[in-house]
């Protein structure tokens, strides 16, 4: 029976305070102890997303990281979480696209062919777009069909990777160019393409973004303020499909799911209370800011998160959002809204102000309050939402709470690094993202793949995705794999002992390393690199020189930490169990394949051996107990399955044993390399040979496929180069066919009229002599042909080469 003590390598077992751990705070920008305010539970609210469009990596980094964080506070150093995230759904940016949605699928529905009256709008809002995003195009003169010209010669320098003013790294302003130059060239091809092959669908799909902004323009103001239908259907929708993508990357659910839509009356409310604590005051349009003089004047410190952004004006406007600016009735110009009168086309909720909407930062301070209270342990969220999201988030709160200096809204503000590709970070904005869907369905990453590539980077630092990083990531996973694979063999297969663990101080140290990188404020990097270390020890080791704990506890410990951090789904991080998915091949396959390895390996070491014969071969085919094959009708292909891979395997098998015995060990071996390589790898079942040992049955992990696709490269670039330098060879050889005798004669040159007995020139064409300086050069010539042409006949004569080459 196993023993319930545990080991001095397990996590904490308690839910208080961890004495030495330290986090990276914001709010002092530096490494604090980390204390909440409960003994043992932690409050924590993390900004949620817009949803208005598909989460994207971007999205992801920031997500996928605080689970991990969230993960660690909770299942490592065991305190009890209670995290809250909200829903934006309502903002500037969900206000026009849920309009722009809404009409352009109304304009649709009236008209449901592509006549010429559609046409006639399309291009009217085509010409619109260019004017508004593309100044430097010239429309008079400009259509469809030379647009791809003409932007390429007027906008080169920022296709080409230029910025828009010399001298200046290019950025934001190029990506929105660049995107709007696709938009344009897209509603560009709708115009010019034969309508009979082009679908009513696709032609309003690649019209979309400038009939949006001209229907927009020109309707968008006739939306009644209390037709929230039209927004939510955009917002539900892509609220479904967030939590969808977080579910498909492992990430935990929220405790307590807020939404602003839901929140509108406690929002006013929350306002109308700073209000009469003199920290904002009303316009005359119904609006609300709040007073940074005030508040500052009060005593209380504004932007403590990022002091030296206050005075930014694009970071200020961009939180304001581009459809409330309002100069009229602002005290200071950084003064920010907290209730933002409603305009034509915009949702709005009943105020004593007037018909209104949350101003964006106030959404968070009155859910966050609503739920936590006057003060909270963790606020998170993405690091370009410290200013002026969080720090306008910061000051209103405390005016609400009247706290100030004396009691802080937020003891730790975690902000994520951003993700970003070549340079440039993503955003929906933008469109220069891959979406998580995407990436998860093409391939390009798995939950785990993603989630380990985050985990080699500390939390708060921005991540490039680059090629070193993503093999780095790779390396690892299969260095678990593998690990796990082995592991979990040798504690299934071996014989359990009483002998003292080989490994037990290196997994002491190791278990020391992860604890003092976590405490480090979650310093994932060095825990991930001491699990690496550990696995290194293990290997270094043989199978045999390792007792039954040496592998038990080595893979429970590395398994307990993969599911701390959330890399083996629903993974328990108390489990006594070794492995994560994705190690193991199913019942299924286990039914035929075991005894398909067994009969392998059986010949294959008989073949290795030199020493297989016919009945030899018929004696281990009949032994191995294999189940019978799948039935199937005669009408129906048979499918590739395992039991198909057994049959043709002994067909294929007891084929060969009719060969002649000289040939019968090598035909042995290719189908055993065939079966392996081939059927069952298509399986995604891959059988590794060892020495000594029987193959090891495994699933094809990712690591497998990696190698096997550099593997196919380097075979591929070999053979490429043969090829290449048996070209060289060809084209050499046939300079060397010709006779040196006859490279200075018609047809190769009309040059001479006399030659001497081997062919070199004594008389030019007008029947002088040839210069005796000309001669040597001939000569020279001459003897570098004759080389050639010896070689050529040495080939012929070898058979390497045909002589009418």
């Known amino acids: ?112 062919y592509i006549d010429d009256e559609v046409r006639t709008d399309v291009l009217k809002a085509w010409r619109l777009f260019i004017a508004k995003r593309l100044p430097r195009l010239s429309t008079s003169d400009l259509s469809p069909v030379t647009f791809h010209d003409e932007v390429n010669k007027v906008y080169k320098d920022v296709l080409s990777g230029q910025a828009l003013q010399p ?8 990506a929105k160019i660049k995107m709007y130059i696709r938009d344009a060239q897209k509603c560009a091809e709708a115009l010019t393409m034969d309508s009979k092959t082009l679908t009513p669908i696709a032609f309003y799909e690649l019209a979309k973004d400038p009939m949006c902004d001209m229907l927009d323009a020109a309707l968008g103001s006739s939306i009644k303020g209390s037709d929230h239908h039209i927004f939510k259907e955009l917002t539900e929708e892509y609220e479904r499909r967030f939590f969808q993508d977080m579910n498909d990357l492992n990430v935990l659910q929220p405790d307590k799911l807020v939404r602003v839509t839901e929140y509108g009356p406690q929002i006013a409310k929350f306002v109308d209370t700073i209000v009469d604590h003199k920290f904002a005051y009303a316009t005359e349009d119904g609006s609300v800011y709040f007073d940074i003089k005030a508040f500052e004047a009060a005593g209380n410190p504004y932007a403590r998160l990022e002091p030296w952004n206050r005075g930014d004006t694009s970071l200020q406007a961009d939180g304001e959002g581009a459809l409330s600016q309002r100069a009229g009735g602002k005290r200071s110009d950084a003064d920010f809204a907290l209730w933002k009168a409603s305009k034509p086309g915009e949702p709005s909720w009943p105020s004593q102000w007037g018909e209104g909407r949350p101003g964006w930062h106030i959404e968070c301070s009155a859910m966050a309050s609503d739920v936590l209270g006057k003060q909270m342990d963790i606020h998170s969220g993405g690091i370009d939402l410290a200013f002026p999201h969080h ?129 480090d404020s979650f310093n994932t990097p060095e825990a991930m690199a001491a699990i690496s270390r550990l696995i290194t020890e293990y290997n270094s080791q043989t199978r045999t020189s390792l007792s039954y704990r040496d592998h038990r506890d080595i893979g429970v410990f590395i398994t307990r930490m993969v599911n701390i951090f959330g890399l083996n789904g629903n993974g328990q991080p108390d489990t006594t169990e070794i492995g994560w998915e994705g190690i193991e091949i199913s019942t299924e396959a286990k039914t035929y394949v075991e005894p398909l390895s067994k009969m392998r390996d059986q010949l294959r070491q008989a ?24 039935s199937h009708s005669s009408t129906q292909r048979p499918r590739p399955s395992f039991a198909r891979a057994l049959t043709e395997f002994r067909d294929n098998i007891l084929q060969a044993s009719s060969s002649d015995n000289s040939t019968m060990n090598q035909e042995i071996l290719k189908l055993c390399d065939q079966v392996r390589d081939v059927a069952l ?75 001497d007995p081997e062919g070199l020139p004594t008389t030019l064409r007008d029947g002088s002599p040839v210069p005796s300086s000309r001669v040597k050069k001939l000569k020279k010539e001459w003897e570098k042909q004759k080389k050639a042409h010896d070689v050529f006949l040495q080939a012929v004569q070898d058979g390497t080469v045909d002589g009418k080459l």
């Not at 996590?11 to 986090?23: M, N």
């Not at 001298?167 to 190029?174: A, N, R, S, Y």
């Not at 030199?610 to 294999?626: C, F, G, L, P, W």
Request: proline share 5%; hydrophobic share 35%; glycine share 4%.
């Open 167 to 174: 001298g200046i790294k290019p950025g934001d302003q190029e």
């Open 607 to 630: 073949a290795i051996a030199r020493s297989i014969t016919k009945e030899q071969i018929e004696k281990i085919v009949s032994s191995v107990d294999a189940p019978k094959p799948e």
């Open 1 to 112: 029976m196993a023993s319930t003590r545990q080991p001095s390598w397990s996590h904490p077992q308690s839910g208080t305070h961890e004495p030495d751990l330290k986090v990276y705070n914001s709010l002092t920008r530096s490494k604090k102890p980390f204390v909440p305010k409960e003994k043992g539970k932690i409050s924590w609210y993390s900004c949620g997303p817009t949803v208005y469009d598909d989460a994207h990596l971007g999205h992801a980094r920031n997500y996928v990281t605080t689970d991990v964080l969230r993960r660690i506070l909770r299942d490592y150093f065991k305190f009890e979480v209670n995290f809250v995230m909200n829903i934006t759904d309502v903002d500037d940016k969900i206000i026009l696209a849920g309009r722009k949605r809404y009409l352009y699928k109304d304009y649709q529905a009236k008209h449901r």
């Open 681 to 755: 790898w298509n399986l995604n079942v891959y059988l590794e040979d060892r020495e000594n040992q029987p193959a090891l049955v495994r699933p094809v992990t990712e690591g497998l496929r990696v190698a096997r696709k550099e593997k196919e490269e380097r075979a591929r670039q070999k053979e490429e180069a043969k090829r290449k330098r048996d070209e060289e060879q060809r084209q050499k050889l046939a300079k060397g066919k010709l006779r040196p005798q006859d490279m200075f004669r018609p047809p190769q040159t009309d040059e001479f009229s006399a030659w």
């Open 391 to 519: 720090d306008n988030e910061l000051a209103q709160s405390e005016a609400y709470w009247h706290c100030g200096k004396s009691t802080q809204w937020v003891n730790y503000f975690l902000h994520m690094g951003h993700l970003s590709i070549a340079g440039s970070k993503m955003s929906k904005s933008l469109k220069n993202f891959t979406t998580i869907r995407t990436a998860l369905d093409k391939g390009d990453w798995t939950p785990r793949s993603l989630r380990i590539v985050f985990l080699l980077g500390n939390w708060r630092d921005g991540i490039e995705i680059t090629d070193d990083l993503v093999k780095a990531g790779q390396s690892w996973e299969d260095r678990v794999d593998n690990f796990f694979i082995n592991a979990k063999e040798a504690v299934d297969t071996i014989v359990k002992d009483q002998n003292s663990p080989v490994l037990e101080q290196a997994l002491v140290t190791a278990n020391s390393q992860i604890r003092e990188a976590l405490n």
